[in-house]
């Protein structure tokens, strides 16, 4: 089973999305119902954050969750995450084409991974929780 890294009892999260991701997401789920996001890492489309059914993805012990965003849980594989672990990810929708079996794919839109490094303090708070 997955690692749960989403932070409880801390105004800090580990991943977001912007508002353009947001109504993305709410489109995607009205069309397949319940979805999950993974980023594994690599190359090509493995380093793009990926929209998948939740059904159709099964998230392996390396896995870790990051939090949700827009109701979904979003996953990282744990080598991923140890170049990331300081970071908030930002996931944005940007016109484009979306990974080869990513959900978006065909909206014209794709999903993207944005960063921004942790504060001190938002480190410290991330610790604690």
């Not at 990926?50 to 939090?67: Q, R, T």
């Amino acid at each position: 089973m997955a690692t749960d890294l989403t932070p409880r009892n801390s105004a800090v999260s580990r991943v977001s999305a912007t508002p353009a991701a947001l109504a993305l997401i709410d489109q995607l789920k009205e069309k397949h119902g319940a979805l999950l996001f993974h980023q594994s890492g690599g190359c090509c489309d493995g380093s793009a954050p990926m929209c998948f059914p939740a059904n159709e993805f099964i998230v392996g012990d390396i896995d870790v969750k990051l939090g949700d965003i827009g109701g979904v849980p979003f996953y990282m594989s744990q080598s991923q995450f140890a170049y990331w672990e300081h970071t908030h990810l930002v996931i944005d929708a940007v016109p484009g084409t979306g990974g080869m079996f990513s959900l978006e794919r065909p909206t014209g839109l794709r999903f993207l991974t944005r960063s921004r490094l942790y504060t001190d303090d938002e480190l410290a708070a991330l610790q604690k929780a």
